[in-house]
């Protein structure tokens, strides 16, 4: 099925944290998955918050909006608890958490011919356009501006059209329904962009990174298609197995064609027996469909 739209989207699921000082970017170094202490003016990055035990409690698409301010864009309904927990490990940084999310537009971008590589940023003004990963072989951007400013031109393309195109981008973005269900690995983020394994510690950095160099994921990320609705938080089931759920849901939105899209997690031994299901071992069977990149160990 071919990415069937173009234009540009509100964004009403997603907020702003703005994290502001001369030690913003070093303390962001310190507590996500991604190098922000050498973040340049035409870039963005894509990175998790984890806990301890490296399992993601948030997700963000972050970039420099000044020398002393980053904006964290991430679903709307975990950024308080990430706000507040963030704010937590700010002890003597001089760095100052806050929701920015009133004093900023979010929109979608879709189909729009050009762009560039995932996560390069271009300003427009006081505007920013962030380049995401293609659904569908379709350009996607995020576009980010202060309160007040007029949308980019283009015709109105309905939210949760925007949604299925980033089920279908393969990138999951992490909300209040599957906070902590993940390890980065297990939502491929070390292969788009997510994690950077030469910076420092951060919190959960040692999960993390055993996860990756000592062979012990067994979890993936998968694109799949059920003709019934599917939700994040779902579990997933091999048929062969009605007691063990082989995996989860981690984004859903229903797709134009008909039937619903997901973002699956599943187990590799569950994805290559096949015959999956989601709720329970007899419920909606799922089609696993190809990814739209390509995963970091077969590169």
């Known amino acids: 099925m071919s990415y069937p739209f173009h234009g540009v989207a509100s964004l009403p699921h997603l907020g702003v944290i703005r994290a502001q000082g001369e030690d913003a970017a070093r303390f962001l170094h310190g507590q996500l998955t991604q190098d922000f202490a050498l973040l340049g003016a035409g870039e963005a990055r894509l990175a998790a918050f984890c806990n ?3 399992r993601m ?3 963000f698409v972050a970039f420099k909006r000044a020398d002393d301010e980053i904006l964290l864009v991430c679903s709307r309904d975990v950024l308080p608890a990430t706000l507040k927990r963030l704010s937590m490990f700010v002890l003597r940084a001089k760095a100052k958490l806050s929701d920015a999310s009133a004093d900023f537009e ?3 971008i879709a189909g729009e011919a050009g762009g560039g590589a995932p996560w390069s940023l271009t300003r427009e003004g006081e505007a920013v356009r962030i380049q995401l ?3 569908d072989g379709q350009s996607r951007a995020l576009w980010v501006a202060p309160a007040g400013t007029p949308a980019p031109a283009g015709p109105a393309l309905d939210p949760a059209t925007w949604l299925w195109g980033e089920v279908r981008s393969g990138i999951a973005r992490i909300t209040a329904l599957v906070v902590e269900a993940f390890v980065p690995q297990m939502l491929n983020y070390e292969s788009v962009g997510g994690v950077n394994f030469k910076k420092g510690c951060y919190p959960g950095q040692e999960v993390v990174a055993r996860s990756q160099f000592r062979g012990t994921l067994k979890r993936r990320a998968f694109i799949a298609h ?3 609705e599917l939700a994040a938080g779902q ?15 981690a984004l859903a939105a229903p ?11 599943l187990q590799l031994s569950a994805a290559e027996a096949g015959d999956l299901h989601a709720q329970r071992a007899d419920g909606p069977a799922l089609t696993l469909l190809p990814l739209p990149y390509l995963l970091l160990a077969d590169v």
């Open 52 to 54: 301890a035990k490296g």
């Open 57 to 59: 409690l948030a997700s």
């Open 106 to 108: 979010l929109r979608g």
């Open 133 to 135: 990963y293609p659904a």
């Open 226 to 228: 059920a003709d019934a």
């Open 235 to 249: 579990e997933v089931f091999q048929a062969a197995d009605a007691e063990q759920p082989a995996g989860l849901v």
């Open 255 to 265: 797709a134009p064609g008909g039937g619903w899209d997901a973002i699956v997690s």
